[in-house]
């Protein structure tokens, strides 16, 4: 079993700053794609950023957001720049992880950690 822990969430002002943290453990061989995704109360859940082979943003963080991985640490972060009260949202934690030799791939999310953007 793999498990996901995020960290980093918390209350800021609007153009503030946040960096998430994401920490996978357990029975890893690989893992192929680690990503943020978030959820607003009443909508349903979207990609903030992903990466992979390549990085990709949904447009909305594009300029403002930067993925980056610690492959030693099993570790995906997300700093967060430039906040807007629309970024208020829970944001879960997302592997795609091989867990043996085999090509097989499982997916695994975090728990999520709130992020709240207010005066």
């Known amino acids: 079993q793999v498990q996901l822990v995020e960290s980093g969430g918390g209350l800021v002002q609007p153009g503030g700053s946040l960096r998430l943290s994401c920490a996978a453990s357990?029975?890893?061989?690989?893992?192929?794609?680690m990503a943020w995704y978030r959820q607003a109360p009443g909508k349903q859940r979207e990609l903030v950023a992903a990466s992979g082979g390549d990085t990709a943003y949904a447009d909305s963080a594009k300029g403002r957001f930067t993925i980056s991985r610690d492959n030693a640490k099993n570790t995906v972060y997300l700093q967060m720049n430039s906040l807007r009260p629309e970024d208020t949202a829970v944001y879960y934690c997302?592997?795609?992880?091989?867990?043996?030799?085999?090509?097989?791939?499982?997916?695994?999310w975090g728990q999520g950690t709130q992020v709240t953007v207010s005066p």
């Open positions: 997302y592997a795609e992880v091989r867990t043996d030799y085999r090509r097989y791939t499982y997916q695994f």
């Open positions: 357990g029975s890893i061989f690989s893992i192929n794609t």
